[in-house]
């Protein structure tokens, strides 16, 4: 599943496509937002917006409104995938949900979770039920730390919680507990304040640096492949990593085996010498 750094780049990427202001046309090849599509059709996409894994395509509104008036709601799930591509746009195949497309380019939606028209009311309502959102200006970390500060939960599966911290998935989790020498299974309420505020500081700096590359790189400057005079990883994620998906592989600090187990339905990965109890 992508995490929040597409999701924030994909906000970045839609606006840049369709900066101009002009009326888009806008269809539904796949038939399931026919009526939604049609609805938005030949307006303008003012706006775009993202908070954790949910993106949000602001559409219409009257002149000097505050905001738009309908909002595209979309969560790609597991599946979802979205493609730009420059005009004319290729005929679609019936695999794509929601088209947008101007005289310039086009952008394909195709498989998501979510791809639904909703209210200014109702996207408010999604960013209450959200966590604070690393990537987002107005985050406030405070309020991760007191669901966390109160937990006895794995701070590994409050990390993937997305109503305490949103936009956080498995690669982040991983690496920034690594980063941080926490034992994945520690209690929520265990983790200090400091150290929270050190997790947040983090996430936020690797996660923009993800949104920038478009991919997660996480190992310090020292422990880069050339630093330390080692093959580069092999991984259709991309990226430099200390424990992600490196199961029985050597820790790239101490050595020892890199871990994994099950966790929150989703495989954990840490180095027990370096993330002590
Ligand atoms: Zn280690």
Excluded at 19 to 44: C, I
Excluded at 126 to 138: A, K
Excluded at 240 to 246: A, D, G, S, T
């Amino acid at each position: 599943m992508p995490e929040g750094h597409t999701i924030h780049r994909l906000a970045a990427d839609y606006a840049g496509a369709f900066a101009a202001g002009d009326p888009l046309r806008v269809t539904s090849p796949q038939g399931k937002f026919t009526d939604a599509a049609a609805l938005l059709d030949r307006t303008p996409l003012r706006t775009t917006d993202a908070h954790g894994k949910h993106l949000f395509l602001g559409f219409g509104g009257a002149p000097g409104a505050t905001g738009p008036a309908d909002w595209v709601h979309i969560h790609l799930g597991l599946f979802g995938k979205v493609t730009f591509g420059p005009a004319p746009a290729p005929p679609p195949t019936d695999t794509v949900r929601l088209r947008l497309a101007d005289d310039a380019s086009y952008v394909d939606l195709r498989g998501p979770t979510t791809c639904a028209l909703i209210t200014d009311g109702e996207k408010r309502a999604i960013h209450d039920r959200l966590g604070p959102d690393p990537l987002r200006p107005d985050a406030d970390p405070d309020r991760a730390y007191r669901r966390i500060s109160r937990s006895r939960t794995t701070i590994a599966a409050l990390l993937m919680d997305q109503k305490v911290v949103a936009g956080v998935g498995n690669v982040y989790r991983a690496e920034v507990l690594f980063r941080h020498g926490i034992d994945p299974y520690r209690a929520g309420r265990d983790i200090t304040a400091g150290q929270w505020e050190a997790i947040w500081a983090d996430l936020v700096a690797l996660m923009r640096e993800g949104v920038r590359n478009n991919r997660i790189d996480t190992v310090r400057p020292e422990h880069t492949p050339e630093a330390m005079g080692r093959p580069p990883r092999v991984d259709d994620h991309g990226g430099e990593v200390y424990v992600y998906r490196r199961a029985h592989l050597p820790c790239h600090i101490c050595g020892g085996e890199i871990r994994t187990a099950d966790l929150a339905a989703r495989n954990l990965f840490w180095c027990p010498a370096c993330q002590r109890p």
